[in-house]
């Protein structure tokens, strides 16, 4: 959030990349969009079943082109 502020973005703006549930449990708070990285250390064990509609998993950085 505190990014968001600085840069004067808004969730709806925003993308949050990362790797684990913690990632992409800090992306759910402000209400921002998550892309999970399957490629990444933290991506064994990820609840699939907790994405949102207008979240991603990629599993090479090169498909988050046609994610955004």
Request: a neutral charge.
């Amino acid at each position: 959030r505190q990014l968001m502020d600085r840069t004067q973005s808004s969730p709806g703006r925003t993308l949050m990349i990362g790797d684990s549930v913690v990632d992409f449990r800090t992306a759910a708070v402000p209400g921002t969009r998550a892309c999970v990285c399957r490629y990444g250390f933290g991506h064994h064990d990820f609840p699939t079943a907790e994405l949102r509609p207008l979240d991603c998993l990629i599993d090479h950085p090169l498909a988050l082109l046609t994610s955004l």
